[in-house]
């Protein structure tokens, strides 16, 4: 499915700067930077919800590691 990426100067400059370094095109870098993002997201949800569910158990050992 395609949809239009409205950019400025700016933007357009560093797509530009970042396509060449990599050696793809601007589509190209736009897509695997969401999809790198992405999957950054979805680990750090994952992480905060193992957090979630294990710091409040392991409290007190920690709080006595740290001592």
């Known amino acids: ?9 700016a933007l357009e400059a560093a797509l530009a700067e970042l396509s060449t ?10 897509r695997q930077l969401v999809l790198d993002e992405a999957a950054r997201s979805r680990k ?3 992480l ?3 957090l979630d569910s294990e710091l409040p158990r392991w409290a007190a050992v920690l709080d006595r590691l740290g001592q």
């Open 1 to 9: 499915m395609a949809f239009t990426l409205r950019t400025d100067a």
């Open 48 to 50: 905060d919800a193992v």
């Open 21 to 30: 370094e990599r050696g793809v095109s601007k589509q190209a870098l736009v």
């Open 44 to 46: 750090r949800r994952d």
